[in-house]
Protein backbone atom coordinates (compact mmCIF):
# COMPACT_ATOMS: atom_id res chain seq x y z
CA UNK A 1 0.00 0.00 0.00
CA UNK A 2 1.11 3.35 -0.56
CA UNK A 3 0.51 6.71 0.78
CA UNK A 4 0.94 10.32 -0.63
CA UNK A 5 0.91 13.23 0.35
CA UNK A 6 1.19 16.53 -1.78
CA UNK A 7 2.18 19.86 -0.66
CA UNK A 8 3.25 23.39 -2.90
CA UNK A 9 0.16 24.60 -3.97
CA UNK A 10 -0.64 28.10 -3.60
CA UNK A 11 -1.54 31.56 -4.74
CA UNK A 12 0.28 32.47 -8.06
CA UNK A 13 0.49 35.23 -11.19
CA UNK A 14 0.16 34.43 -14.20
CA UNK A 15 3.34 33.66 -15.98
CA UNK A 16 5.12 32.49 -12.55
CA UNK A 17 6.15 28.92 -11.00
CA UNK A 18 5.12 26.92 -8.24
CA UNK A 19 6.90 23.30 -7.65
CA UNK A 20 4.39 20.82 -6.26
CA UNK A 21 5.98 17.93 -4.54
CA UNK A 22 4.30 14.33 -3.48
CA UNK A 23 5.69 12.36 -0.72
CA UNK A 24 5.07 8.56 -0.58
CA UNK A 25 5.07 6.17 2.03
CA UNK A 26 5.62 2.05 1.74
CA UNK A 27 8.69 0.68 0.17
CA UNK A 28 7.46 -0.53 -2.90
CA UNK A 29 7.26 3.34 -4.08
CA UNK A 30 10.24 2.89 -6.61
CA UNK A 31 8.43 0.39 -8.17
CA UNK A 32 5.45 2.63 -9.22
CA UNK A 33 4.94 5.04 -12.24
CA UNK A 34 3.46 7.75 -10.76
CA UNK A 35 1.63 10.77 -12.23
CA UNK A 36 -0.27 14.02 -11.50
CA UNK A 37 -4.01 14.94 -12.31
CA UNK A 38 -5.40 17.80 -11.38
CA UNK A 39 -9.69 18.59 -10.82
CA UNK A 40 -10.69 22.14 -11.62
CA UNK A 41 -13.96 23.48 -10.18
CA UNK A 42 -16.79 22.03 -11.41
CA UNK A 43 -15.47 19.63 -14.30
CA UNK A 44 -13.62 16.38 -13.87
CA UNK A 45 -10.48 15.17 -12.82
CA UNK A 46 -7.56 15.15 -15.53
CA UNK A 47 -4.52 13.89 -16.48
CA UNK A 48 -1.80 15.72 -16.32
CA UNK A 49 1.59 14.29 -16.47
CA UNK A 50 3.54 10.67 -15.35
CA UNK A 51 6.71 9.50 -15.03
CA UNK A 52 7.88 5.91 -15.32
CA UNK A 53 9.12 4.00 -12.04
CA UNK A 54 13.08 4.57 -13.12
CA UNK A 55 12.23 8.14 -14.42
CA UNK A 56 13.47 7.69 -17.68
CA UNK A 57 9.93 8.12 -19.48
CA UNK A 58 7.61 10.97 -19.20
CA UNK A 59 4.69 11.76 -21.03
CA UNK A 60 2.57 15.36 -20.45
CA UNK A 61 -1.43 16.55 -21.76
CA UNK A 62 -0.88 18.73 -24.72
CA UNK A 63 -2.34 21.50 -22.49
CA UNK A 64 1.29 21.24 -20.45
CA UNK A 65 3.87 20.53 -22.40
CA UNK A 66 6.52 22.65 -22.51
CA UNK A 67 5.40 24.03 -19.14
CA UNK A 68 5.60 21.31 -17.09
CA UNK A 69 8.00 18.77 -16.02
CA UNK A 70 7.54 16.01 -13.41
CA UNK A 71 10.53 14.03 -11.74
CA UNK A 72 10.65 11.66 -9.06
CA UNK A 73 13.12 10.84 -6.65
CA UNK A 74 13.14 7.37 -5.64
CA UNK A 75 15.54 7.96 -2.63
CA UNK A 76 13.35 10.21 -0.98
CA UNK A 77 10.15 8.43 -1.64
CA UNK A 78 9.31 12.05 -3.63
CA UNK A 79 7.91 12.96 -6.89
CA UNK A 80 7.84 16.49 -8.29
CA UNK A 81 5.81 19.07 -10.52
CA UNK A 82 7.54 21.87 -11.64
CA UNK A 83 4.64 24.39 -13.27
CA UNK A 84 6.55 27.53 -15.22
CA UNK A 85 4.62 29.68 -17.33
CA UNK A 86 1.12 29.50 -15.24
CA UNK A 87 -1.78 30.46 -16.63
CA UNK A 88 -5.32 30.72 -14.87
CA UNK A 89 -6.74 27.83 -16.82
CA UNK A 90 -4.44 25.67 -14.71
CA UNK A 91 -5.93 26.58 -11.39
CA UNK A 92 -7.38 23.48 -9.76
CA UNK A 93 -6.75 21.09 -7.10
CA UNK A 94 -3.55 18.89 -7.98
CA UNK A 95 -3.66 15.27 -6.97
CA UNK A 96 -0.63 13.04 -7.49
CA UNK A 97 -0.95 9.08 -7.69
CA UNK A 98 0.45 5.59 -8.00
CA UNK A 99 -0.08 4.45 -11.48
CA UNK A 100 -1.57 0.74 -12.29
CA UNK A 101 0.08 1.06 -16.10
CA UNK A 102 2.35 3.62 -17.10
CA UNK A 103 1.69 3.12 -20.87
CA UNK A 104 -1.92 3.64 -20.18
CA UNK A 105 -1.98 5.95 -17.17
CA UNK A 106 -4.08 3.97 -15.43
CA UNK A 107 -4.73 5.04 -11.83
CA UNK A 108 -4.83 3.23 -8.68
CA UNK A 109 -7.34 3.80 -5.94
CA UNK A 110 -3.68 5.65 -4.35
CA UNK A 111 -4.27 9.08 -4.14
CA UNK A 112 -3.43 12.00 -2.17
CA UNK A 113 -5.42 14.82 -0.42
CA UNK A 114 -4.76 17.43 -3.23
CA UNK A 115 -2.75 20.68 -3.25
CA UNK A 116 -4.82 23.60 -4.54
CA UNK A 117 -3.20 25.74 -6.89
CA UNK A 118 -4.82 28.89 -7.90
CA UNK A 119 -3.68 31.52 -10.92
CA UNK A 120 -4.63 34.93 -10.82
CA UNK A 121 -5.03 36.83 -13.71
Known amino acids: QVQLVESGGGLVQAGGSLRLSCAAS????????MAWFRQAPGKGREFVTA????????YYAGSVKGRFTISRDNAKNTVYLQMNSLKPEDTAVYYC??????????????WGQGTQVTVSS
Open 51 to 58: ISWTGDST
Open 97 to 110: NALLDYSSRRPSDY
Open 26 to 33: GRTFSTYA
